[in-house]
């Protein structure tokens, strides 16, 4: 179907779900630069030797969740 074939009624529709689909993809764009940023501040703010447990990590979380597991003490520390 070509747009000149839709009415008045379907072309608003479609401009609007157009306005609503760009307005997703900028929010999607502005969490994902920001989660990418949230990355680099843990990756510069951890020691080196904490480096090597976050290579095979694709993201954010996969990296708090492998650093957590490795550095974060365990229930059998915490009672000692």
């Known amino acids: 179907m070509k747009l000149i074939e839709l009415d008045k009624e379907k072309k608003e529709e479609l401009y609007t779900l157009k306005a609503n ?19 680099s501040y843990i990756l510069s703010s951890i ?3 904490y480096l090597i447990y976050t290579f095979k990590c694709t993201t954010t979380y996969n990296v708090l969740v492998s650093l957590k597991k490795r550095i974060a003490p365990t229930n059998n520390v915490r009672k000692l």
């Open 21 to 39: 689909y760009r307005d997703n993809i900028k929010l999607y764009r502005k969490q994902l630069l920001t989660l990418n940023m949230l990355r």
């Open 47 to 49: 020691s080196r030797t």
